[in-house]
């Protein structure tokens, strides 16, 4: 799985980027290093990267900076790697849109694992829900036709506007990935969030009323509470 992986590692700890390169690139990974935040959103725009290892405490862009901006267009694996330990910093990192939290100081061979396990959800399990000759998605009884606009729940046909149509797109083109209600927003609405939680809060809720079979205990669309919604477990 790892051959040609590219990963960005954003350090401003020149030893421990020096660290964590070395064993990367033992496991195969091409590495591509960035000492700040400016720094590390130039090597974005001008690479294919596959994953990102995120220290928070960074010059000129922090993480949190930098993982913002990235998420306005990307939804590549974001693995943050900081000394913080605390709650507020993990739910604010996950809450903006990364995948994984690493404590400082942390094993190389853990940080593979996740590492891979990252990538594997990015990459290989998604494919096996797009069938090769229509444009359908799958998740378990869910099938959504990407062309007609059309949904199904085991068999049967159900409604949706177009704006519970493009919610759950999001959700069944980027399964097992969390995402903010303000990143719903922008990404359904395509204009600022202002805090505009009730109007997210009643589509999901009509969501989960047409494809749940108990929109009380949710399979489909979970609440990952603090932060946001994802599909399934």
């Not at 939290?101 to 594997?120: C, D, G, H, M």
Request: proline letters at 3%; one cysteine or more.
């Amino acid at each position: 799985m790892n051959m040609q992986k590219k990963i960005l590692i954003v350090e401003d700890d020149k030893e421990i980027s020096e660290l964590v390169t070395s064993h990367l690139e033992q496991e195969n990974f091409t590495v591509f290093t960035a000492f700040d935040g400016e720094e590390a959103l130039c090597f974005f725009e001008n690479k294919t990267i596959d994953l990102v290892l995120l220290d928070l405490m960074l010059p000129k862009l922090n993480g949190m900076e930098f993982l913002k901006e990235i998420r306005e267009t990307s939804f590549v694996p974001i693995l943050i790697i900081s000394a913080k330990e605390s709650d507020v910093d993990k739910t604010l990192g996950l809450s903006f849109g990364a995948d994984d939290y690493i404590s400082k100081p942390f094993s190389v061979i853990e940080l593979t694992a996740r590492i891979q396990a990252a990538i594997r959800r990015a990459t290989q399990y998604l494919p096996e829900v797009v069938h090769p000759y229509s444009n359908e998605i799958q998740f378990k009884a869910l099938t959504l036709d990407l062309d007609t606009f059309s949904a199904k729940v085991n068999g049967k046909n159900i409604q949706l506007t177009s704006k519970e149509f493009y919610i759950l797109k999001l959700f069944m083109t980027n399964q097992s990935r969390v995402f903010t209600k303000e990143q719903i927003y922008q990404l359904i609405w395509k204009d600022d969030y202002f805090g505009n939680e009730n109007v997210i809060n009643v589509h999901i809720r009509r969501l989960r009323g047409k494809i749940e079979e108990d929109p009380s205990n949710p399979q489909y669309i979970r609440t990952i509470w603090g932060i946001g919604y994802k599909l399934g477990e």
